[in-house]
């Protein structure tokens, strides 16, 4: 995959994108990145990005030519989609970084100040993503968490296989959040570890994670049970959940 990022402070993305799973995409030839610097791409002597609003207001806000110049550079006849992090958005979910991996590259632009002229929004981007209903003073670090979630989604990047299918809201957990995991020493500070994790049975395993998968659902996130993929059987241990929580 190919991720270009238009953004006013380029350096933001070099420690990130140099570390952990982030390195490992790119030694492996499955990540192509690129961090551009929307200055390069202003005219004037002092390199100016940004002016004052019309009709007032505080703030400033990111100016048409330069940023429309940027992305029609990086761009070029490429017909990838163009995308916008901004609090105004479309949520980022497991479900659209899971879209947004199946493309062969991404545009990212990271909007700065009050934000970006509206007809550059009309005229360059194709989508919008927010990381969450709150405003950061920049787009970097939500760019930086969307490329973390896709690149989860890209195959043989985290190792062992499936790994991906496996986190909370993936499909292989139905929609759920993952339930408790556990490591040596088996015991830590009086705490012990499920006698089922060390039985042997796979079987039982099974079953056990999966009701755990669901027991923390309830209780962290009981508004994904009403989308979750959910057997009958797993209906009936939230139902006896419920209920005992009843008595």
């Given amino acids: 995959m190919k991720i270009d990022v238009l953004t006013l402070f380029p350096s933001m993305f070099e420690p990130v994108m140099s570390e952990s799973m982030m390195w490992k995409a790119r030694d492996r030839g499955l990540l192509d990145f690129q961090a551009h610097d929307i200055r390069g791409y202003a005219v004037d002597k ?19 030519d330069v940023l429309a110049r940027a992305i029609e550079a990086v761009k070029a006849d490429d017909q990838s989609p163009v995308i916008l992090m901004s609090p105004q958005g479309r949520l980022l979910t497991h479900a659209v970084a899971l879209e947004l991996s199946r493309h062969a590259r991404l545009i990212l632009v990271c909007g700065r100040y009050e934000g970006i002229d509206e007809r550059v929004r009309e005229l360059a981007i194709n989508d919008e993503i927010s990381i969450g209903d709150y405003v950061l003073t920049g787009g970097e670090l939500a760019a930086m968490v969307l490329i ?9 990047l985290l190792g062992a296989e499936g790994a991906q299918d496996r986190d909370s809201h993936a499909d292989g957990l139905g929609g759920l959040l993952e339930g ?3 490591t040596r020493p088996a015991e ?35 508004d994904l049970l009403a989308r979750a993929n959910l057997s009958d059987e797993d209906r009936a241990f939230l139902a006896q959940l419920m209920e005992d929580a009843g008595d």
Avoid: C, N
């Fill in 46 to 64: 002092h390199r100016t990005v940004d002016d004052s609003p019309y009709g007032g207001g505080g703030g400033m806000i990111l100016k048409p």
């Fill in 148 to 156: 973390d979630a896709v690149l989860r989604q890209i195959p043989g």
């Fill in 180 to 182: 408790p995991h556990y």
């Fill in 188 to 222: 830590f500070r009086g705490l012990g570890v499920p006698a089922v994790l060390t039985s042997g049975h796979h079987a039982e395993v099974d079953r056990w994670r999966r009701r755990q998968a669901i027991k923390r659902t309830w209780q962290m996130r009981p």
